[in-house]
């Protein structure tokens, strides 16, 4: 039982690049999530998806997309990196008690 | 819109002392609230779930509790040890919307 992995730990883009940041769970979870923490500010809410084929906006959903093709995996796509996106990225999973992955570290130049 | 807030942003105890870190939130309509831990460059470890219809909730030497009317939660951590230095965040579920909203953090050190 793996919990919820997220791949990769490290990333350092270029802006303007693109890229993916997966997540997977093993949990059997309907509920799924994804969080930037930046110093400062908490964990922010960029989109969340409460079953495969739906997902829907966080707070902060801008240069973000997502989809849930499957129970277990919620990838996040960077469209074009921007030095803002900068930041340690989560996953989540379960509504009730949440679940976390160990998360991404990106780094846009 | 629901706002979480947690006091002191920073914390700093000798071992063995009991402390009392605060969660605050504006919108006391509640599905539940979670206390989570955070190591530095970790993830975010679930401590405690207080259901909205429940007052508390307790694991070992942690307690935690919920008053919706005041919109406020507490953790509570009994004689305290350096291995409990961490962040501490609590994060709210707000009823009718799909979303954890989270507070600031307390950084605990606990000094041997």
Redesign the interface.
């Known amino acids: 039982n793996a919990g919820v992995t997220q791949t990769p730990k490290f990333q350092v883009l270029k802006t303007g690049q693109s890229m993916t940041l997966q997540c997977a769970q093993d949990m059997n979870h309907e509920?799924m999530?994804w969080?930037r923490q930046d110093p400062?500010?908490?964990?922010?809410?960029i989109h969340?998806s409460?079953g495969a084929g739906i997902t829907?906006q966080?707070?902060v959903p801008n240069g973000y997309n997502v989809s849930r093709s499957t129970t277990e995996d919620f990838p996040l796509r960077l469209l074009s990196a921007a030095p803002s996106q900068t930041s340690v990225y989560?996953c989540?999973s379960g509504?009730?008690?949440?679940?976390?992955?160990?998360?991404t570290r990106l780094t846009v130049t | 819109k629901q706002e979480v807030t947690q006091i002191p942003a920073a914390l700093s105890v000798p071992e063995g002392e009991n402390l009392v870190l605060n969660c605050s939130f504006t919108d006391s309509a509640i599905y539940n609230l979670q206390w989570f831990r955070q190591d530095p460059g970790k993830g975010l470890t679930s401590l405690l779930l207080i259901q909205s219809s429940q007052r508390e909730q307790t694991s070992g030497r942690l307690n935690a509790s919920l008053d919706k009317s005041s919109g406020r939660s507490t953790l509570y951590i009994a004689a305290s040890q350096p291995g409990d230095s961490a962040t501490y965040l609590c994060a709210v579920w707000t009823s009718g919307t799909y979303k954890y909203i989270f507070g600031t953090g307390t950084r605990l050190k606990v000094l041997a």
């Open positions: 509920y999530s969080y400062g500010m908490g964990l922010r809410l969340y409460v829907d966080g707070e989560f989540a509504s009730d008690e949440q679940y976390f992955g160990p998360g």
